[in-house]
């Protein structure tokens, strides 16, 4: 079993829905939690991070982290054509671990004009 | 600013050669990570550099090092290539891991 599984997708939604992504995990160790969009032939891009359970937002995102549930959330609202990636979950320990992460294997959202 | 830059973008290998990975960091980060994504999967951890020096690996073979120099950029090789080796290899610079990586756009490797 992986440590971290990611719904797998893919998602299809019109423009202007309000998008959930989730992703659940099992190593109680997992400390930091991150969102990164991924285009087509590209490099993963860092969209949020957050360290605490709770929600944390920025513009349009929103990301969500329950440790008693081990399960992490990304919301976008009002999604856009642009928002069309695929969005990958990634976490990881303190200290020394932090600098391994451990990522999901992505959503794919569609967004539809 | 210029992000994470790797090169080259695309190299087409034969099975049982020998390949060489080059990435510059993001200005200012000093922590360096490879990352292998396999198609429709989400990277994995290779290994991380820092000051010069491998601080953790992954759950990949000998056959996969690495080097950071005094000016942080890094080196990924991979030797005795195997047809399992194709994917796009990632680096990602950081001055905090805890915080996440800025990653470059890839190398895409393929075996054959």
């Known amino acids: 079993q992986k440590e971290v599984e990611q719904d797998p997708g893919p998602l299809s939604v019109p423009e202007g829905a309000i998008v959930s992504l989730n992703c659940t995990y099992s190593n109680s160790a997992f400390q930091y939690f991150m969102w990164y969009r991924q285009y087509s032939r590209k490099g993963p891009e860092l969209l949020m991070y957050t360290y605490s359970s709770g929600n944390k937002e920025d513009g349009r995102f929103t990301a969500q982290v329950d440790k008693s549930s081990k399960y992490i959330s990304l919301f976008i609202r009002d999604s856009q054509p642009s928002d069309s990636a695929t969005y990958l979950c990634a976490m990881s320990g303190r200290n020394t671990n932090a600098g391994k992460s451990t990522f999901g294997d992505g959503t794919t959202l569609t967004v539809k004009p | 600013d210029a992000g994470v830059t790797q090169s080259p973008t695309h190299l087409i290998k034969t099975r049982g050669q020998q390949v060489t990975l080059r990435c510059s960091p993001k200005s200012g980060h000093d922590t360096v990570s490879w990352y292998q994504q396999a198609l429709g999967q989400g990277p994995q951890f290779i290994f991380q550099?820092?000051?010069?020096?491998?601080?953790q690996r992954g759950n990949f073979p000998d056959r996969f090092s690495g080097h950071q120099f005094p000016n942080y950029s890094s080196e990924l090789n991979v030797n005795a290539l195997l047809l399992g080796d194709s994917a796009l290899y990632l680096c990602?610079?950081?001055?905090?891991?805890?915080?996440?990586?800025?990653f470059g756009s890839g190398t895409r490797l393929t075996v054959v």
């Open positions: 990602a610079s950081s001055w905090d891991a805890a915080y996440g990586y800025t």
């Open positions: 550099y820092y000051e010069e020096e491998e601080r």
